[in-house]
């Protein structure tokens, strides 16, 4: 017991001891390396992990790293610069490395505030992520034409760096690669990159030269964001996308020449430039892009987009209350995020069939639009894109998979919508508060109902959950106080999330399950609560009463409907319809 006790006891000191790491497998000349095989790694000299002081190095001056080193009689040829290995040397003035490094990991001379410049060797083929981050005093680097990739961060906040030439060799740069470096004049983007990469020199508030390569593709979020000495840029026709932000902020930038490659155009690209301040009022174009009406529209205006436009960029027309209807051109495939939001007299607007894609809040609160036809071309309603708009009813075509959250939220004029059998998910709020809804059916497609996709239906009597749903969100179906019926087809009672029916009167309503699944119903909450249920047999007639969906008094032919009404062209072989006047089931 005493020897136990003992161990324990040592066990405890020892983890109240600083625990620090030995980096390095030997220290030669005042560099310290790791070895593997035949070859040698710079390294770090420890790691204090207790007192939070991280990687520690003693490097100082001028350091000079060889090519080989021996070692007990064994010589290693050094091949790299490790993860950390010159990091937080304050004193550190110049490193020369050699031509037979290939890598240099990952904050390898991070923070090293005293270092001046730094060459980069022909076999370097990767600077990795923060190499040279906050290196205050760095002024001047030579990269090899060797290096293909150029890390996240690598030179972020250099703020001494005046220029830098990127070879032909890169073919990657990552995001914010040369974010923050203030004093940098001039750049030159070879056309071996496809991608100016994310913040990738965001904040250059120097930079007065910048050459784009013909090769380059798109050019990222923010990218060149308040360069506020930036004067012109030429976009080359190898670019099609220019993204959110990207020339934000540039005040000096007057002259913006693109050709009609440019397909798509992010949110406020160049807002705030010298460039867009001097553009005329009305409908500005660039490339094949409608990038943003300037100016008040009249009222009544009605807009004709011009023929050959692929996109409307995201919040042209945004809070344009003026514009009553506007007519896009075979041809266009994309409008996106916001484009037309809070364009609050918005009557009429026709959706070619060519359109692929319409972003999230395109068309929200649009209180003057009361219907939309949408093309069987797109795959996605996207978040929150017809919220709060006048819709009164909404086909969805059979083409769309995904409905997303808060898609029709506050659509308090919905009356009717069709889900079709192509959707598997319905998003969270995506029929929020729409109260004129009266019954809605989930088609056999969709497995999983969102978190409070129907909360606040308040004029939802009917709701039909097919045999496919498995999941249902918190309180989907929370305050539907007119609720009467709910269809569950469901054999493997779904799973709920907490309220799926919190304020909602099913002690007084049915649930209607299949006959087999009743027991298992009556003893799983919340169905349990409800007031009854009742079993639905193969091809039974679940609602006696009339519908008034086909009924013999109004119509004579024969004709089959879906349960908002919409006549079918055929009879369905699975779920529920309307026949005569009465609900059958299929299963």
């Known amino acids: ?111 090293c505030g005293q270092l001046a410049s730094i060459s980069i060797p022909g076999n370097v083929k990767s600077i990795s992520d923060n190499a040279f981050m906050d290196c205050g005093s760095l002024a001047s680097v030579s990269m090899g034409d060797g290096v293909t990739s150029i890390g996240y961060a690598s030179f972020y906040n250099c703020s001494s760096l005046t220029s830098i030439v990127i070879p032909e060799s890169v073919t990657d740069m990552g995001e914010s690669a040369f974010e923050g470096c203030k004093a940098l004049t001039s750049v030159g983007i070879p056309s071996s990159m496809k991608t100016i990469s994310k913040h990738a020199f965001n904040g250059c508030t120097s930079l007065t030269s910048l050459t784009i390569g013909e090769g380059v593709a798109s050019i990222g979020q923010a990218a060149f964001g308040g360069c506020s000495s930036l004067a012109s840029v030429t976009i080359p026709h190898s670019v099609t996308s220019v993204g959110e932000a990207a020339f934000i902020e540039c005040n000096s930038l007057a002259s913006v020449i693109v050709s009609e490659s440019i397909t798509s ?78 364009c609050k007299n918005l009557a009429f607007v026709n959706i070619p069939e060519s359109v692929t894609s319409i972003g999230g809040g395109a068309f ?100 039909t959950i097919s045999s496919s749903v498995k999941s249902i969100g918190l309180a989907a179906f929370e305050a539907c106080r007119s609720l009467t019926e709910v269809f569950c087809l469901a054999e493997n009672v779904p799973g709920t999330g907490r309220d799926v029916f919190k304020n909602s009167p099913i002690s007084l309503a049915t649930l209607y399950v299949l006959e087999e699944c009743v027991e298992k119903y009556r003893k799983t909450s919340p169905w349990s609560e409800f007031g009854s249920i009742k079993a639905i047999e193969d091809d039974s007639v679940i609602g006696d009463d009339s519908t008034g969906i086909d009924s013999p008094a109004v119509k004579k032919e024969e004709a089959i409907y879906d349960l908002q009404g919409h006549k079918l062209p055929s009879k369905p072989t699975r779920g529920i319809f309307v026949e005569s006047g009465k609900k059958l089931l299929k299963r």
Do not use: H
């Not at 003992?6 to 000191?13: D, E, M």
């Open 265 to 342: 155009i992010g949110q406020q690209a160049f807002d705030g430039t010298a460039w867009y301040n001097k553009q005329p009022s009305g409908l500005i174009y660039l490339g094949r892009v409608a990038y943003r009406y300037k100016g008040t529209l009249p009222e009544g205006t009605q807009i004709e987009i011009k023929e050959g436009t692929i996109q409307i960029a995201s919040e042209a027309f945004r809070n344009c209350e003026g514009l009553t209807s506007v007519t896009i051109p075979e041809g266009l495939t994309t409008i996106d995020s916001y484009a037309f939001c809070n």
């Open 1 to 111: 017991m005493k020897l136990i006790m003992k161990n324990v006891i040592s066990f405890i000191l020892m983890a109240l001891l600083p625990v620090v790491a030995s980096a390095y497998d030997a220290c030669i000349d005042g560099i310290v390396y790791n070895f593997s095989g035949d070859e040698a790694t710079v390294t770090f000299w420890e790691y204090n992990m207790d007192d939070g002081s991280g990687f520690k190095s003693y490097y100082t001056g001028d350091i000079v790293v060889p090519a080989s080193v021996t070692f007990n009689g064994k010589t290693y040829n050094v091949t790299g610069i490790s993860s950390y290995a010159f990091a937080n040397s304050k004193n550190l003035t110049s490193v020369a490395i050699p031509e037979s490094v290939t890598c240099i990991g990952e904050g390898a001379f991070m923070e």
């Open 364 to 463: 929200c609160t649009c209180r003057a639009l009361t219907s939309i036809n949408l093309p069987a071309s797109i795959t996605n309603i996207s978040n929150s894109a017809f919220g709060l708009s006048g819709l009164t009813s909404v086909t969805i075509p059979g083409s769309v998979t995904t409905i997303g959250d808060d898609a029709f939220s506050g659509c308090k004029d919905l009356t009717s919508v069709t889900i079709p059998e192509s959707v598997t998910s319905i998003g969270g709020w995506a029929f929020l508060e729409c109260t004129a809804l009266t019954s809605i059916t989930i088609p056999n497609s969709v497995t999983n109902i969102g978190r409070s996709a129907f909360y606040g239906c308040s004029g939802l009597t009917s709701v």
